[in-house]
């Protein structure tokens, strides 16, 4: 009911307390289905006028603009991501799939998932809560927190691109006899790689989310509750700070650091250190404007 998912959000219900039985995009809404509107459009209150019989969490712009049934909220994305992981989206069986190599030797936490043909690694130690998709592997030195998210075919802790070019012109391997240390709450998307360091670590702190695709290089850090988009290479010994946000298909360059609070824009390579609270954007990535 209405009532209901207000009572989670502490929040007030203003109109008819009605059945909710599913979640809608704003331009499909449909009688007995909830959705959001961050902002305030004319054509949303139009369609949301076409079904009153509907659920609406929304800014205060929406009060006394639409007939459905309503939950004012300060971020009604939020509010709506907290209602369906509540509510409607399915709770996973914590699973450990036959097929998956683990050594004996591998420290696994409680309450772990792992999928289907998944190798893990005899140094590696996985926290509590956590969930490894299928034809994941995670090998060398790896420490990973509680609750962390790793999609099907990520690749954690293998060795970095690092060569040096010997006497005879011919590249000779870097070795990597460094480790993987990867936070608490973690989120790293399907077919992205993460790589060992050389010596050292190579850290990804709480709560950072990679997205798919995406290449993170030896000895680099991602520091809190950041954000790197699909396609984006992070390389060796770069650094990105607090709450950043690398946009779809970004590079960073080796050793370049990314100071806390900065937007990359799409597609940007960045050359050179960006200070904090800044948006870059372009090739080479220049300050387009103050955070």
Same mark, same amino acid.
């Given at each position: 009911?209405?009532?209901?998912?207000?009572?989670?959000?502490?929040?007030?219900?203003?109109?008819? $307390?009605? =059945?909710?039985?599913?979640?809608?995009?704003?331009?499909?809404?449909?009688?007995?289905t909830?959705?959001?509107?961050?902002?305030?459009?004319?054509?949303?209150?139009? =369609?949301i006028?076409?079904?009153?019989?509907?659920?609406?969490?929304?800014?205060? =712009?929406?009060?006394?603009? #639409?007939?459905?049934?309503?939950?004012v909220?300060d971020? +009604?994305r939020?509010?709506?991501?907290?209602? #369906?992981?509540?509510?409607?989206?399915?709770?996973?069986?914590?699973?450990?799939?036959?097929?998956?190599?683990?050594? +004996?030797?591998?420290?696994?936490?409680?309450?772990?998932?792992?999928?289907?043909?998944?190798?893990? &690694?005899?140094?590696?130690?996985? &926290?509590?809560?956590?969930?490894?998709?299928?034809?994941?592997?995670?090998?060398?030195?790896?420490?990973?927190g509680?609750?962390?998210?790793?999609?099907?075919?990520?690749?954690?802790?293998? $060795?970095?691109?690092?060569? =040096?070019?010997?006497?005879? &012109?011919?590249?000779?391997?870097?070795?990597?006899?460094?480790?993987?240390?990867?936070?608490?709450?973690?989120?790293?998307?399907?077919?992205?790689?993460?790589?060992?360091?050389?010596?050292?670590?190579t850290?990804?702190?709480?709560n950072?989310k990679?997205?798919?695709?995406?290449?993170?290089?030896?000895?680099?850090?991602?520091?809190?509750?950041s954000l790197?988009?699909?396609?984006?290479?992070?390389?060796?010994?770069?650094?990105?700070?607090?709450?950043?946000? #690398?946009? +779809?298909?970004?590079?960073?360059?080796?050793?370049?650091?990314v100071?806390?609070?900065?937007?990359?824009?799409?597609?940007?390579?960045?050359?050179?250190?960006?200070?904090e609270?800044?948006?870059?954007?372009?090739? +080479?990535?220049k300050?387009?404007?103050?955070r």
């Open positions: 009911m209405a009532s209901d998912i207000a009572g989670f959000l502490g929040a007030k219900l203003f109109g008819e $307390d009605l =059945e909710v039985l599913s979640v809608c995009p704003i331009d499909q809404v449909e009688s007995n909830l959705t959001f509107a961050r902002q305030y459009k004319v054509e949303y209150a139009a =369609e006028n076409k079904n009153p019989l509907s659920l609406i969490i929304c800014n205060e =712009e929406y009060m006394d603009k #639409i007939r459905a049934s309503y939950i909220s971020n +009604p939020l509010d709506f991501l907290r209602v #369906i992981e509540h509510f409607f989206a399915e709770k996973e069986d914590i699973q450990m799939d036959k097929s998956a190599r683990i050594h +004996p030797e591998a420290t696994l936490g409680k309450d772990l998932s792992i999928g289907a043909f998944s190798v893990i &690694g005899p140094q590696v130690v996985i &926290g509590d809560g956590g969930r490894i998709g299928n034809n994941v592997v995670i090998i060398g030195k790896v420490k990973i509680n609750g962390c998210v790793i999609k099907s075919n990520a690749v954690i802790g293998e $060795d970095g691109f690092g060569f =040096e070019y010997s006497h005879f &012109g011919i590249p000779q391997h870097f070795p990597h006899i460094g480790s993987v240390e990867i936070g608490n709450n973690v989120f790293i998307g399907s077919c992205s790689t993460v790589e060992r360091a050389t010596i050292a670590k850290i990804i702190a709480d950072v990679i997205d798919d695709l995406v290449q993170i290089g030896h000895n680099s850090t991602i520091d809190d509750n790197i988009m699909a396609g984006s290479i992070i390389c060796g010994g770069a650094f990105v700070g607090k709450r950043c946000w #690398i946009a +779809p298909n970004s590079t960073i360059k080796e050793k370049v650091r100071n806390d609070n900065v937007k990359i824009g799409l597609g940007s390579v960045v050359i050179r250190d960006v200070p609270k800044s948006t870059w954007a372009g090739n +080479p990535a300050e387009i404007k103050k």
